[in-house]
């Protein structure tokens, strides 16, 4: 979402250089959504990706689709949700057109609709499934009596959901459990969270342990706050939305390092304001 003009609005070289960056460190799979950049930064990604020499099958594409976004491209009067047959096809040719590719590894469902109609969703994901256009299926956003809507006619391998250590209620409220319970993958969006965004009490008492944690592990804030997600037993996969090179090199670090219990737990209670129950 940062690459395109949402964010560091990088031109097709930068965005070449980073494909083969964060491929050389590992980093494979790259989260898209066709509203990204008002519907421009899948294509802009779809033409460094080509310029890269990248071979498809060595990397994963996911996208969204669900979202009718208003911007100077589309009629669209109000933002508003369609996942009628037609929208999602739609959607997916239009994105599998701007990347280039003729798959997309991951199909998310970019927002749960009150107009969703679980059955025309299930028929036109499955078709798209059996024209290799897509090879797994998912959602965004989705609560878990949302989820059961969808789920009871087809497996949910995915679920993206806001989840970081200052917005911590997935793991309270029993989001991320019944994910774990149905074999569904959570991938949490914005893992940072506020902490670098926002001045708050919440922030400020995570600012002050987080500077302890830092010279006791002599590592970054950040990799402090990957790793308490990655600690958690439902194996959520962090979507990282930096653009900077160098930050990118640092998550290198995540693959030797774990928090002790303790500082888990105090990252989680500094984030409550008080101590479990």
Not at 163 to 182: C, I, R, V
Not at 203 to 229: G, P
């Amino acid at each position: 979402m940062t690459w395109g003009v949402w964010g560091k609005n990088l031109n097709t070289s930068e965005m070449v250089k980073r494909i083969n960056t964060f491929i050389s460190e590992g980093i494979v799979t790259f989260d898209h959504a066709d509203i990204y950049g008002g519907y421009t930064t899948e294509e802009s990604f779809g033409k460094a990706l080509a310029e890269s020499g990248i071979s498809r099958k060595t990397i994963q594409l996911i996208s969204k689709c669900g979202i009718q976004y208003v911007c100077d491209t589309k009629p669209h009067k109000i933002k508003h949700y369609d996942y009628s047959r037609n929208h999602i096809v739609n959607s997916v040719n239009q994105s599998l057109k701007n990347l280039k590719t003729d798959y997309l590894d991951v199909l998310l469902l970019h927002r749960p609709s009150p107009l969703l109609k679980a059955e025309e969703v299930v028929e036109t994901i499955t078709d798209l499934k059996n024209e290799g256009k897509i090879l797994a299926f998912g959602i965004s956003n989705f609560l878990p009596h949302q989820t059961e809507l969808l789920r009871r006619y087809i497996p949910i391998e995915y679920n993206q959901i806001q989840f970081s250590a200052t917005h911590y209620h997935p793991m309270t409220n029993g989001e991320l459990d019944y994910m774990q319970l149905h074999d569904i993958q959570p991938m949490a969006w914005n893992p940072l969270g506020s902490v670098f965004r926002e001045e708050n009490e919440q922030t400020n008492r995570l600012k002050m342990l987080l500077a302890d944690l830092i010279l006791k592990y002599e590592v970054s804030a950040e990799i402090i706050l990957l790793a308490w997600i990655l600690q958690h037993p439902a194996a959520i996969l962090p979507v990282i939305g930096t653009a900077d090179l160098d930050r990118i090199k640092n998550l290198k670090q995540l693959n030797d390092f774990s928090l002790e219990t303790e500082d888990w737990f105090a990252i989680w209670t500094t984030s409550m304001g008080h101590k479990v129950p």
